[in-house]
């Protein structure tokens, strides 16, 4: 069972530092227009502007996700073998409620820059 938990921790803190630096980068405005990381709506695909714009207003949120899996990974080796699907699904929650809100946000935003 150890090596579970190992594997969720692992997995678990990679997409906590993923995340945190995607959100750091969008918060200084240098996260380029991807098809690969950011909030990929068409709202935020619609111009670079809408893109920078949308995920500058987002990355708190981001941030605040990643911060969220980054307590879960904590907790998953700090929970002495305990089942890492119990001690996790409050962060990745918390992870799932950001992400929902950092969309909303982004695509405000980016409305606001194309005047959509």
């Keep these: 069972m150890r090596g579970n938990v190992d594997f969720a921790g692992v997995i678990l ?3 906590a530092v993923g995340i945190i630096v995607s959100g750091v980068l969008a918060l200084r405005g240098r996260l380029p227009l991807n ?3 950011g ?3 068409p709202a935020t695909m619609k111009s670079e502007a809408a893109w920078n714009a949308g995920h500058k207003a987002a990355a708190p949120l981001l941030i605040l996700g990643g911060v969220s899996v980054g307590a879960g990974a904590v907790l998953t080796f700090l929970g002495g073998g305990q089942d890492p699907s119990v001690t996790v699904l409050p962060f990745v929650g918390g992870l799932l ?6 969309a909303v946000v982004a695509v405000r935003a980016a409305h606001k820059v194309t005047g959509d």
Aim: glycine fraction near 0%; charged fraction near 5%.
């Design 13 to 15: 803190a990679v997409a």
């Design 97 to 102: 409620l950001c992400v929902i809100l950092a």
């Design 39 to 41: 909030i990929r709506l």
């Design 35 to 37: 098809f690969m990381v």
